[in-house]
T-cell receptor
Framework: EDKVVQSPLSLVVHEGDTVTLNCSYEVTNFRSLLWYKQEKKAPTFLFMLTSSGIEKKSGRLSSILDKKELFSILNITATQTGDSAVYLCAGRGATNKLIFGTGTLLAVQP | DTEVTQTPKHLVMGMTNKKSLKCEQHMGHRAMYWYKQKAKKPPELMFVYSYEKLSINESVPSRFSPECPNSSLLNLHLHALQPEDSALYLC???????????????FGPGTRLTVT
C-alpha cells in the first residue's frame, strides 16, 4: 500500500531558526513529490520535485528529493512567525492521485 | 493566475437536505478533484475528473454525487448526509493527466460543511 510519512509531527522554533522537515515515501510507479503549506484553509503549493538531487528554491524555502532513498526534505531558513503552518508532503504515482502524509505542524515563536 | 474558487465558504445542512458545492477555475486545467479534510488530518481524495469525465472514485458513498458540467466547473451534490460527513471540502485542479506527465495541483479555499 502506498504511504507517505512525515517527521517530526510537530515542531516549535524561534524566529531566525532554520528548520528541516522530513518526508519519506513508498509510492508505486512514483512520478513526483509535492510540498504544500496549509494555514487556516487551502493547501498552498510550494514545490514539486521529480528529479533526484536537484534542489528547488524559493526565497528562504528549499527542497530536495532523493529517489534512491525515497525521501525529501524541506528547509526553511531564518524562520518568521508567518511560516507557522502545517506543511504537507504528497507523493504521486502513475495516476494523478496524491498520497498525503499527516503533515508537520510548525510553530514559530517571536 | 493560480486561483481556484469555491462556494459557499460555509454550509450548514440537515440530514434530509439536498445542497451543492461549487468549484471554478480559469487556468485551462483539464483535471479537477474533490478532497475531504477532517480536522488535523491530511486531505483525502474523493473524485478525479479528467476532460470532464470521472476517472477516479475513491469508493465514496453515493450520498456524494460529483458533476463536471464543463472544463471550468466542478460540482459536488450532497444528499442525506450524516454528521460524520462534516469536514472541509477542498477542490483542486491541475493540467491534464498524461502518461509520464506530472503537474502540481492547485487548491481552492474549501467549503466548511457542518451536517446537523
Amino acid at each position: 500500500e502506498d504511504k507517505v510519512v512525515q517527521s517530526p509531527l510537530s515542531l516549535v522554533v524561534h524566529e531566525g531558526d532554520t528548520v528541516t522537515l522530513n518526508c519519506s515515501y513508498e509510492v508505486t510507479n512514483f512520478r513526483s513529490l509535492l510540498w504544500y503549506k496549509q494555514e487556516k484553509k487551502a493547501p498552498t503549493f510550494l514545490f514539486m520535485l521529480t528529479s533526484s538531487g536537484i534542489e528547488k528554491k524559493s526565497g528562504r524555502l528549499s527542497s530536495i528529493l532523493d529517489k534512491k532513498e525515497l525521501f525529501s526534505i524541506l528547509n526553511i531558513t531564518a524562520t518568521q512567525t508567518g511560516d507557522s503552518a502545517v506543511y504537507l508532503c504528497a507523493g504521486r504515482g502513475a495516476t494523478n492521485k496524491l498520497i498525503f502524509g499527516t503533515g508537520t505542524l510548525l510553530a514559530v515563536q517571536p | 493566475d493560480t486561483e481556484v474558487t469555491q462556494t459557499p465558504k460555509h454550509l450548514v445542512m440537515g440530514m434530509t437536505n439536498k445542497k451543492s458545492l461549487k468549484c471554478e477555475q480559469h487556468m485551462g486545467h483539464r483535471a479537477m478533484y474533490w478532497y475531504k479534510q477532517k480536522a488535523k488530518k491530511p486531505p483525502e481524495l474523493m473524485f478525479v475528473y479528467s476532460y470532464e469525465k470521472l476517472s477516479i472514485n475513491e469508493s465514496v458513498p453515493s450520498r456524494f454525487s460529483p458533476e463536471c458540467p464543463n472544463s471550468s466547473l466542478l460540482n459536488l451534490h450532497l444528499h442525506a448526509l450524516q454528521p460524520e460527513d462534516s469536514a472541509l471540502y477542498l477542490c483542486a485542479s491541475s493540467h491534464s493527466l498524461g502518461s509520464g506527465e506530472t503537474y502540481e495541483q492547485y487548491f481552492g479555499p474549501g467549503t466548511r460543511l457542518t451536517v446537523t
